[in-house]
């Protein structure tokens, strides 16, 4: 068995030690704000933050998580937007929306380790992640108004 | 008996959409060319007004028939609505329409068939979305509905008060009585159900709008930005099991033998299987799917198809010879005999094949009982999937329920249902069951229908330092044969425009000017990859046009409006890109340079021009400017976030992106070998919508086009290298 504090909740999961964060979240758990994009690390959409810092569930072994692990579901609400969230929501960021929880992790995380980022750091931290809409000049804007509210409370 | 007595009575009020073209698409009641779908589903105290609007105690439901890939089209369709209807936008709720006549695209079959739009519409009903089509096919239906919606209710709230409607207004989804008194428009629709829907509506002029034109909030903004939206690839059930689908990557080819010991015993597998051209695997977790998959050792047929680019590539250059296999002719002036009296410029161009690699992969959940089939997924054509649904499953079409799911993607890749077809054989085979399939990334990519590759040569003279002829021959696949066929099993007998859209329609006045298209023999299977065939063609008309520009000595924006003296809204287009960027020319020194293209595409004359740098790192693309006409602007925000995306899009594949063929499939099979643009590669980007046509247009595709051909003619300007053939970083180095 397989202990795992999801967005502040205690889980007891039966899975093998190998299985990708990803798919324990996502099948066993139902929480579908990390999405699978290409189960290689490489576009950033099934994002999470363990212990705060972003991780890629879809290579996490769910046997190496040691941390608690906050997918886009627990960092706000509708009602209650993250900074980062709000930002997305102000600069209407989305078009199919598929990347965009995790691009939002992403970004909570960076702003979280650099609250004034310039735009070389933004754009450093924010390459990783894929958006195939080309959503990317929209993003920017809404990393640099987080920035702004982070910083500014 | 009793149950068509109450269906009858329960939904006298009906809209009437008048439409132009002289089509009524929803005056059912009397003589109606198509049945109201949303009249078996409705219940007591429901009424349907027009097959677009469903109102009940709980408030105002759109039943949109047209898909949302991500480009708003949900929003938008909700906010055409919603000026008619004063409803507030955000509290609509949104269903999608299940297969029905009534919601055949229009304005899509005047696309494929221009000017006989509604006859193709009638003899091919399509509920289909692409081609940028929404806009435009709803701009005066949903308006129409939302009217007749208002104005009825009105009625029915003047019988039971004893007034006249004309007394009475409307406002945020209630009927204002003179008294003040605010009846919600939930507490009418039993009324109204037994009353006729008023005709007549006269449209609010757009001065009087309070939504369209201003910026306004995408209707699913909040839900994509805190992961509360589901998509296709989320659904979920009591019972459900997971399941993935490994097929021939020569796309057609069969199954010789397969091996499935190992992976049969594999943690979580309920079952292996074969379906057409592969094999699935059932279990308790898509992951342990996806690994006993892989364990399984499967041995291929051949595909149908050459199985090397090279190969392909010989087979259009084969193909590029002048005769008998011309499909089309765009012809004015002499060409031949310009040809003779000049120095002929000549250049070859070559795009490749392209994956439309959404990032939602693609899906489908299916539960089929012996009394109904039931099929939740994101499909740009859910009148398709029910039909082959029906064939498959021997279920009735009134029985087959296709649940259209918003998408995470498509860029015209769900305009194919190879993955529903595969769901539905696994869940046909464990009835009652319900099934969910995902295709792994790797899948998807070799599993694509793709960009057709596409070779061209252009000929052309100059003379007194302008364009004096232009001759283009392009050869390429037919999008049309190779999808219809799978589709509907025969492709529609009409030419495949896509084989030289882009390149033999455009508005330019050259004096000896002449497009051909030669239709090559089917290779890999093709499809509509966002813009189509403009996708390819915008770059081989636009870079060649560059070069006889460059050759006669001219300014390559200045030539182009010159070119274009006949058409004045391409002129203002051009000329407003111009000033967007402080047109001073294209070289601009300092390896730096600045390149232009236009193309008209789905009825959008779109200019871009792009500026880079050229740096002992690499390429560095600096600005985008686009400018398109577009007749009206209705949703600002979004017509920015389309315009643009497609230029990332478009630049991304331009830059970086191929398929190339080894063993039947192609070698790129995940992002890291088709990468797309990334964030730090993204240029500024400022676009503008025109308004000084009468026809309003989707910007869902044609700002793809120019974007391509502006970049190659930009780094042609800084380095004095032109470079023919996508992808460009084959050629040169990018940051």
Sequence with gaps: MTKLIVNGIERTLDVEEDMPLLWALRDELKIHGPKYGCGIAFCGACTVHIDGEAVRSCQMPVGDVDGEITTIEGLGSPEAPHAVQAAWIEHQVAQCGYCQAGQIMQAASFLRQNSDPDDAAIDDAMSANLCRCGTYPRIRAAVKTAAKKLGGS | ?735
């Excluded at chain 2, 209630?174 to 939930?186: D, F, N, T």
């Excluded at chain 2, 190779?482 to 492709?491: D, E, I, K, W, Y």
Aim: net charge neutral.
């Design chain 2, 1 to 735: 008996m009793g149950k068509a007595r109450t269906i009858a009575r329960r939904t006298f009020l009906v809209g009437s959409v008048a439409v132009t073209g002289g089509v009524a698409f929803s005056v059912w009641r009397v003589n109606t060319p198509f049945a109201n779908p949303l009249l078996g589903d409705l219940k007591d105290g429901e009424a349907a007004i027009t097959p677009f609007i469903k109102i009940d105690g709980s408030g105002v439901t759109l039943i949109t028939p047209r898909a949302d890939k991500g480009q708003g089209a949900y929003s938008i369709q909700t906010y055409l609505l919603a000026e008619e209807l004063d409803v507030d936008p955000l509290k609509v709720k949104t269903s999608v329409g299940k297969p029905a006549k009534a919601y055949t695209n229009f304005a899509l079959g005047e696309e494929i068939m221009p000017g006989r739009g509604h006859i193709l519409g009638k003899l091919m009903p399509m509920q289909m979305t692409g081609g940028s089509s929404t806009v435009p096919d709803m701009y005066v239906r949903l308006r129409r509905a939302g009217a007749a919606a208002r104005e009825t209710l009105k009625e029915a709230a003047a019988k039971l008060h004893n007034l006249s409607a004309d007394k009475l207004k409307t406002e945020n989804g209630h009927v204002i009585l003179p008294s003040g008194e605010k009846i919600a428009y939930g507490a009418l629709a039993e009324t109204a159900a037994k009353i006729n829907p008023v005709k007549n509506v006269k449209l609010r002029d757009p001065s009087e709008w309070k939504f369209l034109g201003r910026d306004i909030q995408r209707t699913d903004i909040v839900a994509k930005s805190t992961g509360t939206q589901d998509y296709g690839i989320d659904m979920e059930m009591e019972g459900l099991v997971y399941a993935t689908v490994r097929a021939n990557p020569g796309i057609g080819g069969g199954v010789k033998s397969f091996d499935a010991s190992d992976a049969t015993k594999m943690r979580g597998v309920h079952k292996i299987m074969p379906v057409a051209h592969g094999v699935a695997v059932i279990a308790d977790n898509s992951w342990r799917a996806f690994k006993a998959a892989e364990a399984i050792n499967i041995e291929w047929e051949p595909g149908p198809y050459p199985p090397t680019s090279a190969q392909m590539w010989k087979i259009l250059e084969k193909n590029l010879v002048p005769g008998s296999k011309a499909i089309k002719n765009r012809k004015d002036g002499n060409v031949d005999a310009a040809l003779k009296s000049g120095d002929v410029i000549e250049a070859q161009y070559r795009v490749p094949y392209l994956a439309h690699a959404p990032l939602e992969p693609m899906n489908a959940t299916v539960l089929i009982t012996d009394e109904r089939v039931d099929i939740w997924t994101g499909t740009q054509i859910p009148d398709f999937v029910q039909k082959h649904a029906v064939k498959m499953t021997g279920h009735k079409a009134k029985d087959v329920f296709v649940h259209v799911l918003p998408m995470g993607g498509s860029f015209g890749r769900r305009l194919e249902d190879t993955y529903v077809l595969q769901t539905l054989e696994i869940a046909n085979s464990m009835r009652g069951t319900p099934v969910k399939m995902t295709w792994t990334r790797e899948e998807d990519f070799s599993h694509d229908y793709v960009r057709p590759m596409a070779l061209s040569r252009g000929r052309g003279t100059v003379k007194d330092g302008k364009v004096e002829a232009f001759d283009l021959d392009i050869v390429c696949q037919s999008i049309a044969k190779s999808q219809f066929v799978r589709l509907m099993g025969s492709a529609p007998p009409i030419p495949d425009t896509s084989i030289t859209q882009g390149g033999d329609d455009q508005p330019y006045s050259i004096p000896n000017y002449r497009v051909t298209g030669y239709k090559a023999p089917e290779m890999a299977p093709v499809s509509s990859w966002r813009s189509v065939g403009a996708s390819h063609n915008g770059f081989h008309h636009e870079c060649f046009l560059d070069e006889l520009i460059d050759a006669a000595g001219a300014d390559p924006l200045k030539e182009r409006i010159r070119l274009l003296q006949n058409d004045p809204l391409s002129v203002k287009v051009l000329e407003e890109v111009g000033r967007m960027s402080g047109w001073t020319g294209h070289k601009l020194g300092n390896g730096r340079g600045r390149g232009v293209a236009f193309t008209l595409s789905f009825g959008v004359r779109t200019a871009e021009i792009i500026e880079v740098v050229n740096t002992e790192a690499g390429i560095i693309i600096e600005k985008v400017w686009g400018a398109a006409e577009v007749g009206k602007v209705l949703d600002p925000i979004n017509f920015e976030a389309q315009f643009s995306g497609g230029i990332v899009f478009a630049l991304g594949h331009a830059m970086n992106c191929e398929l190339t063929y080894e063993d039947y499939y192609p070698k790129q099979t995940n992002y890291y070998a088709y990468e797309g643009l990334k964030l730090y590669q993204t240029p500024d980007i400022q676009v503008k919508g025109l308004e000084n046509g009468d026809q309003i247009k989707g910007m869902g595709e044609p700002g793809v086009p120019p974007a391509a051909p502006a970049l190659a003619n930009a780094i042609f300007a800084a380095t004095g290298h032109r470079i023919r053939q996508l992808p460009l970083y084959k050629a040169i180095d990018f940051v």
